[in-house]
């Protein structure tokens, strides 16, 4: 069992930066790849970026790749998502995962699934 706890989130000016963190608790943190996911009003929850168990393997949608960057620290059971450069579009309810990914590339959709979720935190960009 891992329980999720997401801070860091707040109004943010475009242009600017912010850092979430994900505080884990509980067994196994090292058996789980990690993820942030965000979910806008009105739209769907998606998977923004992930990172595998020993860090050695990042994922990032299109829309973040160059702005946001995601690091995890196993020593703390901390995951981070650094994000810079933030647009108003950005604006979402951010949520921090484990379970697993698979970043199949080419082009193809990444395919995952997470057991554990946080109750999230709101970032909202300001233009």
């Known amino acids: 069992q891992v329980q999720l706890v997401e801070s860091g989130g707040g109004l943010v000016q475009a242009g600017g930066s912010t850092r979430l963190s994900c505080a884990a608790s509980?067994?196994?943190?090292?058996?789980?790849?990690m993820a942030w996911f965000r979910q806008a009003p009105g739209k769907e929850r998606e998977l923004m970026s992930a990172i595998s168990w020993n860090g050695t393997n990042e994922y990032y949608r299109d829309s973040v790749k160059g702005r946001f960057t995601i690091s995890r620290d196993n020593s703390k059971k901390m995951v981070y998502l650094q994000m810079n450069s933030l647009k108003p579009a950005d604006t979402a309810v951010y949520y921090c995962?484990?379970?697993?990914?698979?970043?199949?590339?080419?082009?193809?959709?990444?395919?995952?699934?997470?057991?554990?979720w946080g109750k999230g935190t709101l970032v909202t960009v300001s233009s």
């Open positions: 995962a484990a379970g697993w990914y698979l970043d199949q590339g080419g082009g193809r959709e990444v395919r995952y699934n997470m057991d554990y």
């Open positions: 509980g067994r196994d943190f090292e058996d789980y790849a």
